[in-house]
C-alpha cells in the first residue's frame, strides 16, 4: 500500500511539475519583478532603487487613484449582478428544459467568444452610434426628433458591453452547478408537496448558489482588468485604474508608480474575496453549500 502511494505521489509530481514551472515562470515571476519595482523611483529616464513605501503612499492618499479603484468596484459588483439576474433563466433553460440540442445551444452561446474584443466593441458603436442601428430606428418610430448621443460614450454603454461580453462566463458557471444538482431532490421536494417555486427557492437555488458566486467572482475580476471596453465605449467615462496603470507604463514612463497601483487593487481585490470566504463561512447557509462543519 505504501508504494502505491509514493507511485502516485510521483505521478502527480510529474504531471504536476510543467503546469507549475509554467505558472511560476510567465504569473509568479513577473508579479514578483512587478512588485520590486514598485520599491524604485525614477531619476530623469532611469529607475533606481528607492526601499520606502512612497509609491503606495501615494496610491493611498492620492483622491483620483482612490476613486478610480473605487470605480472599477463599483463597475465589477454592478456587471457581475447584472450579468447573474441574465444568465439564471437562460442556465435554468438550458440544463433543465433542454434535452436534444443542449450543446448546440452552449456552442451558440460561446459564438461570440470566438470573435476578438476589438470585433465586438466596435459592432455595439454601430448599434449604439449617433447614426447606428438604435438611433436610426428611433427616429424612424418617431420616438426622438434628434439621435441621442448618451446611447455610445456613457457609463451606461459600458456597463451594457460589459455585460454582453462576460455574460457567458456566467451563464457556464451557473449551468455546471445546474448540471451537477440530484434530481432526486427534486423528485422529493415535488413528492412532499412542493410546487416549483418552492422547491426553487428552497432546494434548486440555494444548492446552486456556489455557481452563482463563482461565477460573479470571475466576471467581477474580468470587468476590473478590462482595458478596451471603457476606453472605445464610455468615452469620457471611460478612464479607469487600468488605463492609469497602462498610462504610467507608457508614456509616463513611471514603473514604480504603477506597480504599486497594480499591487493595490490586487490587495483590494483579494481582500474582497477573503471577506467573502469568511462571511459564507460562518453562515449556516454557506456552511451547507461548502459542506463544511
Not at 513577473?30 to 532603487?49: I, K, T
Request: glycine share 8%.
Amino acid at each position: 500500500m505504501a508504494s502505491l502511494e509514493d507511485t502516485r505521489r510521483k505521478e502527480f509530481a510529474v504531471l504536476a511539475t510543467p503546469a507549475v514551472l509554467f505558472v511560476g515562470a510567465f504569473c509568479i515571476a513577473p508579479l514578483a519583478l512587478l512588485f520590486l519595482y514598485s520599491f524604485y523611483r525614477v531619476d530623469f529616464v532611469a529607475m533606481v532603487p528607492d526601499l520606502n513605501l512612497r509609491n503606495y503612499a501615494t496610491v493611498v492618499t492620492s483622491e483620483t487613484y482612490r476613486t478610480l479603484i473605487g470605480k472599477a468596484m463599483l463597475h465589477g459588483a454592478l456587471v457581475a449582478g447584472f450579468t447573474a439576474v441574465l444568465a439564471y433563466p437562460l442556465a435554468f433553460f438550458i440544463a433543465m428544459r433542454v434535452k436534444v440540442y443542449k450543446a448546440a445551444l452552449l456552442t451558440a452561446l460561446l459564438i461570440p467568444l470566438y470573435t476578438g474584443d476589438l470585433v465586438r466593441i466596435f459592432a455595439w458603436r454601430v448599434v449604439l452610434g449617433a447614426e447606428g442601428i438604435l438611433n436610426t430606428f428611433l427616429l424612424w418610430i418617431g420616438a426622438t426628433e434628434q439621435p441621442i448621443m448618451a446611447l455610445l460614450f456613457s457609463t451606461g454603454a459600458s456597463l451594457l458591453v460589459l455585460t454582453y461580453n462576460y455574460l457567458p462566463f456566467m451563464v457556464l458557471a451557473i449551468w455546471i452547478a445546474l448540471e451537477l444538482l440530484d434530481r432526486s431532490l427534486l423528485e422529493a421536494a415535488a413528492d412532499l408537496g412542493a410546487g416549483r417555486f418552492r422547491t426553487f427557492r428552497h432546494v434548486v437555488l440555494p444548492l446552486t448558489l456556489p455557481g452563482v458566486l463563482v461565477g460573479a467572482l470571475m466576471v467581477f475580476a474580468l470587468v476590473i482588468g478590462d482595458y478596451l471596453t471603457p476606453q472605445l465605449i464610455g468615452g469620457s467615462s471611460g478612464v479607469t485604474v487600468i488605463s492609469a496603470i497602462h498610462d504610467l507604463f507608457g508614456a509616463a514612463f513611471d514603473w514604480p508608480l504603477g506597480g504599486a497601483i497594480a499591487w493595490v487593487l490586487m490587495a483590494v481585490l483579494v481582500t474582497l474575496i477573503a471577506a467573502l470566504a469568511t462571511l459564507a463561512l460562518r453562515s449556516r447557509l454557506g456552511r451547507a453549500l461548502l459542506r463544511t462543519r
